[in-house]
């Protein structure tokens, strides 16, 4: 019972000298001076890591909360072996110099392997003295309960503050928040924890397989309009293939991104893109088929006479995913006009043909020609013309 008594009233003092305002204030203050100190290190990594070692550049901060405190000192046995006394400022002081991890500070990167790279430049950035009155140990055991190696470090400022860092990539990090709480601080009991470990163990390994897989595809340097092409196809797939009556697609989406490919089509893709990521509706874009004149009336005719029907009604289904045209016939008139403003020809032009004698085989040819052009550049975008 008096042990218990002695306990108790040492758990009272270190609580109120860890919850002061003044103490929680000052190691504010140190968290912030220490932050700034990394920061510079963040620095140094961006200047010695590759194109393909990427970094979160915001360090993550985190002072040690009241209830995790309370449980460590028992858990640890601070509450036995500290000199405790009644003296608020010797008990602060006992916590900032004792507690290991009293704060912490997490590095982020993208993926696994470059968790090592980056312990070793830090330590490097150490032992060139970069970092002002911080003390690092890099000698400190990393393996975990669970076997895996962990890269972090405890370290001393000011020859005084303990604090901690973790240097974790992303998918590492959310399987250790989830391992931490679910199997090491797991408050009840639970008859199935063996089972539990084992699960988490095998979903460590899952885990460690897509991250090598995610770096595989990073590596290969996808440029943004290749990654916005093939994320709209994995969005629309199963609704062209219901239409086209089809699932062997990659003809008719290759001719939909060679023949739409302006900016102002790409945008309308990224849009498109980002709404479905965020399960959002998309609205489509309404379309001006108002004015049509003769040229794109008989160019519209020549398509539909010249082009295998199929083909432009799977490019007119992939189309309406983004554009405001629910109906093939408007498709093909918007698919002319806008053939013509991808030629450069001037409509207008065209219009001073109108009232010449039509007999005249300058203007005739004229006129042919450059439908003709348009025609070949169609059947060079898309294919599938009839007389191929």
Same mark, same amino acid.
């Given at each position: 019972?008096?042990?218990?008594n002695i306990l108790e009233?040492?758990e009272?003092l ?5 919850d ?7 190691v504010?203050?140190?968290?912030l001076?220490l ?5 510079r290190f ?10 393909e070692?990427?970094i ?18 028992y ?5 036995k072996?500290w000199?405790?006394s009644?003296?608020i400022?010797e008990n602060?002081k006992?916590?900032v110099?004792?507690?290991p991890d ?5 590095i982020t990167?993208?993926?696994?392997q470059?968790?090592?790279?980056i312990?070793?430049l830090?330590?490097?950035?150490y032992?060139?003295k970069?970092l002002?009155d911080?003390?690092l140990?890099?000698?400190?055991n990393?393996k975990q309960k669970?076997?895996?190696?962990i890269?972090?470090?405890s370290g001393?400022y000011?020859?005084k ?5 973790q240097?974790?990539s992303v ?5 250790g ?6 199997i090491y601080?797991n408050?009840?009991?639970d008859?199935?924890i063996?089972n539990k ?5 095998e ?5 460690q ?9 990073f ?6 309009k290749q990654?916005?092409?093939a994320?709209f196809?994995?969005?629309t797939?199963?609704i062209?293939?219901k ?5 062997i697609?990659?003809?008719?989406y290759?001719?939909?991104f060679?023949?739409?490919?302006s ?5 309308l893709v990224?849009q498109?893109?980002?709404?479905s990521?965020l399960e959002?509706?998309?609205c489509?874009?309404e #379309?001006d088929?108002d /004015?049509i004149?003769?040229?794109i009336y008989?160019? !519209? %005719?020549? =398509? ?5 029907e199929?083909n432009l009604k799977c ?7 983004v554009?405001k045209i ?5 498709f093909?008139?918007y698919?002319s ?12 032009d065209e219009?001073?043909f109108?009232?010449e004698d #039509?007999f005249?085989? /300058?203007?005739l040819?004229e006129?042919?020609d450059? !439908? %003709?052009n =348009? ?7 898309i294919?599938?013309r009839?007389?191929?």
């Amino acid at each position: 019972m008096q042990e218990e008594n002695i306990l108790e009233k040492r758990e009272k003092l270190l609580l109120e000298a860890f919850d002061d305002k003044a103490f929680i204030k000052e190691v504010k203050n140190i968290r912030l001076e220490l932050e700034e100190e990394l920061m510079r290190f963040i620095l140094f990594l961006k200047e010695n890591l590759t194109s393909e070692q990427k970094i979160f550049e915001n360090i993550e901060s985190r002072i040690k909360s009241i209830q995790s405190f309370r449980e460590k000192i028992y858990r640890k046995d601070y509450i036995k072996n500290w000199n405790v006394s009644d003296d608020i400022r010797e008990n602060q002081k006992l916590i900032v110099e004792n507690l290991p991890d009293f704060i912490g500070f997490r590095i982020t990167c993208f993926f696994w392997q470059d968790e090592e790279k980056i312990y070793n430049l830090l330590k490097l950035y150490y032992e060139q003295k970069n970092l002002n009155d911080i003390v690092l140990n890099f000698d400190e055991n990393r393996k975990q309960k669970n076997g895996h190696t962990i890269n972090k470090l405890s370290g001393k400022y000011k020859q005084k503050y303990c604090f901690e860092i973790q240097i974790k990539s992303v998918m590492h990090n959310m399987w250790g928040e989830v391992e931490h709480k679910t199997i090491y601080k797991n408050r009840n009991y639970d008859a199935t924890i063996s089972n539990k470990k084992l699960i988490t163990e095998e979903i460590f390994n899952i885990l460690q397989a897509s991250d090598k897989q995610l770096l595989c595809i990073f590596k290969e340097k996808y440029e943004e309009k290749q990654l916005l092409q093939a994320l709209f196809y994995e969005k629309t797939k199963n609704i062209i293939g219901k239409k086209c009556k089809t699932d062997i697609l990659a003809q008719h989406y290759n001719s939909y991104f060679s023949l739409f490919s302006s900016s102002a089509d790409m945008d309308l893709v990224r849009q498109f893109v980002a709404f479905s990521l965020l399960e959002k509706d998309f609205c489509r874009k309404e #379309v001006d088929l108002d /004015d049509i004149n003769s040229a794109i009336y008989e160019l !519209k %005719e020549m =398509i539909k006479a010249e082009f295998l029907e199929f083909n432009l009604k799977c490019l007119f289904y992939i189309s309406e995913i983004v554009l405001k045209i629910d109906e093939y016939d408007s498709f093909l008139t918007y698919l002319s006009k806008y053939l013509f403003d991808q030629s450069g020809y001037d409509l207008e032009d065209e219009e001073e043909f109108e009232g010449e004698d #039509v007999f005249d085989e /300058d203007i005739l040819e004229e006129q042919v020609d450059y !439908k %003709e052009n =348009i025609l070949v550049l169609l059947d060079q975008k898309i294919g599938g013309r009839k007389s191929d």
